[in-house]
């Protein structure tokens, strides 16, 4: 079983930053990527960020230029640097993983809330 700790959350003001941080309990090499996702209240989850075992990278349109995914391999961890925050990015923010290997399972971390609120 894969465990994925995120850390990193909390209260900040719009145009503000904020780091956060998924630490996986396996090599980061055994997964095809790792990604960041979020939930709003009343809404459904979607892709923040991906970053696959090469290091391409995906965002989505709404965080382009202003979210930056990267990962310390040595570390096992990936990151989310979230820099001129706006209220609309509050949510909880969840890190996910995809096996290498089939049945290719998907891993998801417990969440952490990120707000943005002045």
């Known amino acids: 079983q894969v465990q994925l700790v995120e850390s990193g959350g909390g209260l900040v003001q719009p145009g503000g930053s904020r780091r956060l941080s998924c630490t996986t309990s396996?090599?980061?090499?055994?997964?095809?990527?790792m990604g960041w996702y979020r939930q709003a209240p009343g809404k459904e989850r979607e892709l923040v960020a991906l970053i696959s075992r090469a290091g391409s990278i995906k965002y989505a349109e709404s965080v382009k230029g202003r979210f930056t995914i990267s990962k310390d391999n040595a570390k096992n961890t990936v990151y989310l640097q979230m820099n001129s925050l706006k209220p609309e990015d509050t949510a909880v923010y969840y890190c996910?993983?995809?096996?290498?290997?089939?049945?290719?399972?998907?891993?998801w971390g417990q969440g952490t809330q990120v707000t943005v609120s002045s």
């Open positions: 996910n993983s995809i096996d290498s290997v089939p049945p290719f399972q998907n891993y």
């Open positions: 396996r090599s980061i090499f055994d997964f095809n990527g």
